[in-house]
Structures are given as structure tokens and as C-alpha cells.
């Protein structure tokens, strides 16, 4: 049944209600509820079912503005659940704003279950597994009608905002959960739009991204410019030893050839790895995010995951930036040969660090045009290691959700903030690694495992993780509930100077003899040093494990460049070999390498969790800013 858009009312100080528009009649269905408000986009309402698509009028004819979204329907109705409808604005033709940086020429802005309207959150979770963005969001909060009359916008590029209720709710109370404003004389042509010759508004370099999520294929260079890179950044020579030859005018011709053929080479190269890995893709049945993360880690898989997860998030954001990245540093592992008899677990605990399907798909693109022997071997592994996963039921999206899902409603009644959620988490580790050993298989069995950590009487352990200068003293001081922190700087300086690394081994001794002290009398302890790799960080994890303790990973993803700046600013600068030195030797952990981990960005705030029970961030690990 097709289902027309109701139509939103004026919130009262809206000025630009037409003749034919409707007012709220009071705001009693907003007041005292959370409420989130976006940008009112200037194109034509259209709502999408699983079997077709209209406009407004349910008998809208075709219009050349509307061949795009009936393209863009033909590749995510297969998403939509019968009964859904998805409600958004076709942007594709320019109104009365000329829109010149769109992220989609398709912003979705409501979900419908029948005539239910689902929950803001859940409807931007649903927009982006179908591979859609949802309109910007200018404010969120308990409903205050002064904060939304002090909304300031540019009217010259924006139309409005539309405020509606977080919650969601059923149709008939549309008119008191959603209202508008709009600026005033919003229509500012002559000539209808549908009248005219149709002018496309302009997409930005971002569209080619939620192009990859929705299932287009954008080319190679077009996902670059998306993230900030270019094919170069892929064919780059190695600048480490200086060239110290004269120089040569035919050598600089010929050097200059040379980079045209290899980068010529190059794009060909990435172009037939796109397609690859987007068919492998499209086969698993993959959309939205992970769709894109596989893409860019085949893309990307030779620029190196250490450089790439920083540079990444800030057009991705931290959760999709350190997936792609941990795609681009595991694939290598199924070109290799592996043990049968340890398959199973080696890939149960893959399945914990990353999207197994996507890594195979990932592994077996990457070697798309090359017919050397060590290429024909890798083949062989990474299509063995395929048959092994498919047999253990690892390739689908989320193998361990169901043991995960049982686990947390057997706990629902310890797992929520703080205390709770250390419980909660640290028995959902548990029974992953206990899993992944075959010792369990139910969620009833893992709940029978994990009783002996109900009571949460162990201690904590938070491990910082990363170079000079990226937050991690900062970070660890806002965390609540610390008992102490132990600062391999603060016992250099306790023996005279902060920058003198001559005693290191000492400190490090001394350094891990604390934390195994405070440990056993069950604090919550921050360890705040580099730990730039995975051996530097086992020595911290053996005595956690000698003490039973929960364990997390706290990451900081800061790029090269922005850490020298803030290294200059420093009371207490680092030399710039040891940044550089630091850098080099950085290997940001994987989940699974602690019970849990926490990824930030430069802002020093959390963006993604890994092997927690749930995919909430604690609100008690935003630590606001960072270290300067």
C-alpha cells in the first residue's frame, strides 16, 4: 500500500508559512521530550518502498529529475523490509537554492514500519546500511524553545530546519512530533522548477563515497579525492635516502616518463581492484559501510595501516577509519599458509578484529593483475582459508552476534554505565576467546562461563596507546574512577629529567613493579606511556593477566603532521628523531589484543569501541580535548 508524506506544520515563529501551509497548533508534543533538529533540504519529498518509489503525489509522473533516485531505488530496494517505507528529499534538480557540495543527490530523513515512525537513532543506522546519509544535524537536546529560536542559519544556502521527537511514534501523532521552520519567502524563482530545463545541484568529493555505500561503483580516483589522496600516494617512491647524483636533463626526461607510465599503470591497476572487490562484495551481500570500508582497504592496501588510520578519520571518522585500516594490516595473513587444525580458531578470532568476508574479499582483490608464482600461491591460501570460514559460518556480517546478543540480555541487569559495563564487557571477552577455543557455543553456555566475573570484584587496567603528543596524559586524566595512574615520564622526572631515556630499562622496571602493586590491592589503574607496539604493550598485559584484571586499550589516532606541531608547543618537547623514531615504530593495537579498546581521534574524544558488549561509547570516556 503506497503511503503519502504527512504534511509538517509551521513551528509559530516560522516565517515563511505560505497560504497553503499549516502552523503547529502547540508544542505539547515536543515539550519536555529529546528532540533532534536538521536542515531542512531544499528538494522534492520522495518515499521508497522495497517494490517502488513516488513522489509527494502518489501518482507523481516521470520527470527527468526523478531518473537518478529510480537508479539509486534499483540499488537498495533490496534493503527495504517489506512493510518499510523510507521517506527523504531528491536533490537532483536545483529548486530555489543552488546546492554545490551534496554528499548525495538523496538525503533520508524518516523511517516507517507500517505507520510507525521509527527512532532517530534507528533510522540513522538503517539510512547508512543502506548507504544513504541522513540530513545535517544542528542541535540535539531536551526541547527548549529558546535554543531553537537562537538557531542561526544561512539563508541564502539553507531553507530551514524541521525539529522532531528522538523517539519515534505512530502517525497519527505526526502533527505534534515534527514541525518546521522555514526562512521567509523560501521560493525565490519565477518559473516552477518542474517547468524549466533541470539543473543539477553540485556534489562534493564525499558523494563518491556514499555512492560506494549505496552499491555504484565510483571510479579509483574518485575514492581517493574522497579521502584526501591521490594515485600518487599509491605509487610513491621511497624518499628516505636522499639522491645525491648531479642532475641530468635526459635522465630527468626519462625519470619523468617513467612516473607517467608506472602512475598510468597504477590507475589501471586500482581500477581493476575496485571492480574486483566490488563484486566479491556485492556476492556477501554487503552494503552501506562495510561495503565501503572493503573498497578502500583494496584500494588502499599497499599504503600502509599505521599511516593510513589517522589520516583517515577525518573523512570517515574514527570507527571507519580503523576498519579500514585493520583490513589493510590483516589481509596479508591469508596469503600465507596456516595450519589447518588451528584455522578454525585463527579465524573465530579474526571474525572479533574485523568483517570476515570483507577481509577475504579484500585478500583475494588485492592480487587482481598479477600472475607471478607467489600470486598463484596466495590465491590457493586465501581461497582455502575462504572454504574454512564458510564451513565455520564466519563469512556473514556478524557471525558472533548471536552469542553476543545472549550474553547481554542474560545481563541486562549488570550491564549499564560504569561498574556495570566493566561486567558486562569483560564477560562478553571471556566467552569470545572461549569460543573461538570451541570450549562454548551457546549463549547459555557463555553465560554459565562467565559467572565467576559477575560480582566485578577485579581490578582495571587502561593501557594508553600512542605517540608524543597524541592526548594520552590528558585522556587519562579526565577518565573518572582512576585510583592511580603510573607515568613512565613522571618516573624519569622523579630521577631527575623527564627527557632523559638513558635509564629507560629502569623505569620500565620500576614502572611495571607499581602497577603489579596496585593491581593486586584491585585498583583501577592508568598506565600512561608509549606503548607503541604489541611487545611493548605484552610486558603491561602480563602482569594485568598475573592479576587477573580487566583490560583496555585506549588509542590515539593523531597524524604525523599534527603531532609535530603540538611536539613544538610541548613544555617538555620530545626531539624531533624520537617523534620521528616513535612514528616509525607505531603499531596501534587490533581488537582482541586487550578485553577491550577505545579508539579517539584528535580531538582526544572516543569514536569507536571495540570488543565491548555493546557499540556505545561510555560517555565517561569523552575526555573533551586534547593534549597540547
Given amino acids: 500500500m503506497r503511503v503519502h508524506y504527512p504534511r509538517t506544520p509551521h513551528l509559530p515563529w516560522s516565517p515563511g508559512v505560505g497560504a497553503d501551509d499549516v502552523r503547529a497548533a ?47 531505488h534499483g540499488r537498495i530496494a533490496r534493503r527495504i523490509p517489506v512493510g518499510v517505507r523510507v521517506c527523504g528529499e531528491n536533490l537532483y534538480a536545483r529548486h530555489s537554492i543552488a546546492y554545490q557540495d551534496l554528499e548525495s543527490w538523496f538525503y533520508l530523513f524518516s523511517v516507517w514500519d507500517g505507520d510507525h515512525c521509527l527512532d532517530w537513532d534507528r533510522t540513522v543506522r538503517f539510512a547508512r546500511r543502506l548507504g544513504v546519509p541522513v540530513p545535517a544535524v544542528l542541535w ?46 523560501h521560493v525565490r524563482t519565477d518559473e516552477h522548477w518542474m517547468l524549466g530545463p533541470v539543473v543539477e545541484n553540485g556534489l562534493s568529493p564525499a558523494a563518491a563515497l556514499w555512492q560506494a555505500r549505496s552499491g555504484a561503483l565510483p571510479g579509483a580516483a574518485a575514492l581517493l579525492d574522497a579521502v584526501g589522496m591521490t594515485i ?42 575496485v571492480a574486483e572487490v566490488s563484486a566479491r562484495l556485492d556476492l556477501l551481500g554487503r552494503s552501506g559501510d562495510e561495503r565501503l570500508t572493503g573498497l578502500l582497504a583494496a584500494l588502499l592496501h599497499g599504503a600502509g595501516r599505521v599511516r593510513l588510520m589517522p589520516r583517515l578519520v577525518a573523512p570517515l571518522g574514527v570507527p571507519q577509519a580503523r576498519r579500514v585500516a585493520d583490513l589493510v594490516g590483516l589481509h596479508p595473513g591469508l596469503h600465507r599458509p596456516f595450519p589447518d587444525e588451528a ?78 559495563r566493566d561486567v558486562a564487557d569483560r564477560c562478553w571477552a571471556e566467552a569470545r576467546e572461549a569460543y573461538a577455543l570451541g570450549r562454548i557455543a551457546t549463549p547459555e553456555e557463555a553465560v554459565t562461563l562467565t559467572w565467576r566475573w559477575r ?73 600512561d606511556a608509549t606503548a607503541l607496539n604489541r ?36 613544555a617538555n618537547p620530545v626531539p624531533p628523531a624520537v617523534l620521528s623514531a616513535q612514528l616509525r615504530r607505531f603499531s596501534p593495537p587490533y581488537p582482541g589484543e586487550a578485553h577491550r579498546t577505545w579508539y579517539a581521534g584528535p580531538d582526544g574524544q572516543v569514536g569507536d569501541v571495540a570488543g565491548a558488549i555493546d557499540d556505545e561509547i561510555p560517555a565517561d570516556t569523552r575526555s573533551g580535548h586534547a593534549d597540547q
Avoid at 491 to 501: F, K, M, N, P, T
Avoid at 558 to 564: H, I, M
Wanted: cysteine-free; glycine content about 10%; charged content about 25%.
Fill in 26 to 72: 502547540g508544542l505539547s508534543g515536543l515539550a519536555g521530550r529529546e528532540v533532534v533538529v536538521t536542515e531542512k533540504l531544499d528538494g522534492e519529498n520522495t518515499t521508497m518502498y522495497p517494490d517502488g518509489l513516488h513522489a509527494r503525489s502518489l501518482d507523481s509522473a516521470h520527470h527527468p529529475s526523478r531518473a537518478w533516485i529510480k537508479a539509486l
Fill in 232 to 273: 600518487a600516494d599509491l605509487t610513491a617512491p621511497d624518499t628516505s635516502a636522499p639522491d645525491t647524483s648531479a642532475p641530468d636533463a635526459s635522465a630527468a626526461s626519462a625519470d619523468a616518463a617513467g612516473t607517467s607510465r608506472r602512475t598510468e599503470t597504477a590507475v589501471e591497476r586500482a581500477e581493476a581492484i
Fill in 455 to 527: 560480582s566485578g570484584d577485579f581490578p582495571r587496567l587502561v593501557v594508553m596507546t600512542g605517540p608524543a603528543g597524541s592526548g594520552k596524559s590528558t585522556f587519562a586524566r579526565a577518565l573518572p574512577g582512576v585510583d592511580a595512574v603510573v607515568s613512565l615520564d613522571d618516573l624519569r622526572e622523579a630521577r631527575g629529567s623527564r627527557a632523559d631515556q638513558r635509564a629507560n630499562p629502569q623505569v620500565l622496571r620500576d614502572g611495571l613493579h607499581r602497577l603489579g602493586a596496585l593491581l593486586a590491592d584491585g585498583a583501577t589503574v592508568v598506565w
Fill in 343 to 420: 584455522r578454525r580458531v585463527g579465524l573465530t578470532r579474526l571474525a572479533a578484529m574485523a568483517d570476515v568476508g570483507v577481509l577475504h574479499a579484500v585478500a583475494a582483490a588485492v592480487l587482481t593483475g598479477r600472475d607471478d608464482a607467489e600470486a598463484a600461491e596466495a590465491r590457493e591460501q586465501v581461497g582455502w582459508s575462504e572454504l574454512h570460514a564458510d564451513e565455520a559460518g564466519l563469512l556473514t556480517e556478524s557471525p558472533l552476534e548471536p552469542l553476543r546478543a545472549g550474553l547481554r540480555q542474560a545481563l541486562a541487569d549488570v550491564a549499564g554505565t560504569g561498574a556495570g
Fill in 140 to 185: 540535539r537536546g531536551v526541547f527548549d524553545e529558546r535554543r531553537l529560536r537562537a538557531l542561526r542559519l544561512d539563508t541564502r544556502r539553507q531553507e530551514g530546519y524541521v525539529v522532531r521527537t528522538v523517539d519515534g511514534f505512530p502517525r497519527d501523532e505526526f502533527g505534534h512530533r515534527v514541525a518546521k521552520w522555514v526562512r521567509p519567502a
Fill in 535 to 570: 611487545h611493548q604493550r605484552s610486558l603491561v598485559r602480563a602482569v594485568a593477566d598475573r592479576y587477573d584484571a580487566l583490560t583496555t586499550h585506549a588509542v590515539l589516532l593523531v597524524p604525523g603532521d599534527l603531532l609535530a606541531r603540538r611536539n613544538a608547543e610541548r
